[in-house]
């Protein structure tokens, strides 16, 4: 099953129950990570923390380096990646308070390193499915028996931010039918696909986007203590789903563990040994063959 990497805020690492913690430096071949790994233990199973922006959060959006974030968890033993970030809502019925398990996203960041294979080891990857379908279904699970308001699929627009959209462009994106926005699942959920490692992205509603005539009515303390309340339910969810992750059997034959098994285009003569030598952690299962 291998161990459980889990994306998100200082929140999450404030688990009742995680023992034998370390803070540890995971040197990537793609640059710095946003921060060392914090290494534990929750009821004997072994899961790994990665600060998305840093702890303190020094990282905007567009700053962080999401392919050594990615690298960095792969080469700890992480198989599979519990992505929790915050997001606007583009639905009314996506109430601030509610998760969504999103399955799909609209990329719309710009001049971020979206992809490990560069000039001289091309790959072409399918992300007509860009979140693990089986780790969906067993945190949906979850979450409904912990009473914790959840929908099942969702599509998320990504967005580069810092800045917050515009009304135009919110209504754009609700024309589209996208059902929440935020900064950070892209190029992550793209990436961890790559490394062939399951991902799941739990969304946090905060707020309704700028589209809803009540956003400039929500108060600055209204949306921070959505977002306590929303980490508190999130470690409740990643508390109770990690036992049902670890004892899923069929995650070592999940197809996301192959996504890599017919991408690689440059011929094994043709590739550039440098860039071979950074990909070991994210790609050698494929380029050892």
Not at 27 to 46: H, I, M, V, Y
Not at 54 to 77: C, E, T
Not at 202 to 223: G, K, L
Request: with cysteine; net charge neutral; glycine share 8%.
């Amino acid at each position: 099953m291998g161990i459980t990497g889990i994306i998100g805020g200082s929140g999450l690492y404030d688990m009742e129950g995680l023992t034998d913690t370390r803070w540890e430096k995971v040197s990537s071949s793609f640059g710095e990570p946003s921060d060392a790994l914090l290494f534990g233990k929750l009821n004997g199973r072994q899961l790994v923390f990665l600060p998305r922006h840093g702890r303190g959060h020094r990282y905007s959006p567009s700053q962080i380096n999401y392919r050594a974030n990615i690298d960095a968890l792969k080469r700890a033993g992480a198989k599979q990646i519990i992505s929790v970030s915050a997001v606007g809502s583009l639905k009314e019925h996506l109430r601030p308070g509610m998760f969504v398990l999103v399955d799909q996203y609209i990329d719309r960041t710009h001049g971020r390193k979206n992809s490990f294979f560069e000039a001289g080891c091309v790959a072409h990857i399918s992300m007509a499915h860009p979140t693990c379908v089986r780790l969906n279904r067993l945190i949906y699970d979850i979450a409904k028996q912990a009473g914790i308001e959840t929908v099942s699929g969702g599509t998320y627009l990504a967005m580069e931010g810092p800045q917050f959209s515009t009304h135009a462009e919110s209504e754009l994106y609700r024309s589209w039918n996208c059902d929440v926005i935020g900064m950070t699942n892209m190029p992550e959920a793209k990436l961890a696909r790559e490394a062939e490692m399951c991902y799941a992205s739990i969304a946090m509603v905060t707020d309704y986007d700028c589209w809803h005539p009540d956003h400039d009515h929500v108060s600055v303390s209204q949306i921070i203590q959505t977002l306590h309340d929303n980490a508190e339910k999130a470690r409740t969810l990643v508390c109770s789903a990690i036992p049902s992750l670890h004892g899923d059997e069929s995650a070592s034959s999940c197809s996301c563990r192959f996504a890599l098994e017919h991408a690689l285009i440059t011929a094994p003569g043709a590739r550039d040994s440098q860039l071979v030598q950074q990909l070991d952690a994210v790609a050698g299962r494929v380029l050892k063959k």
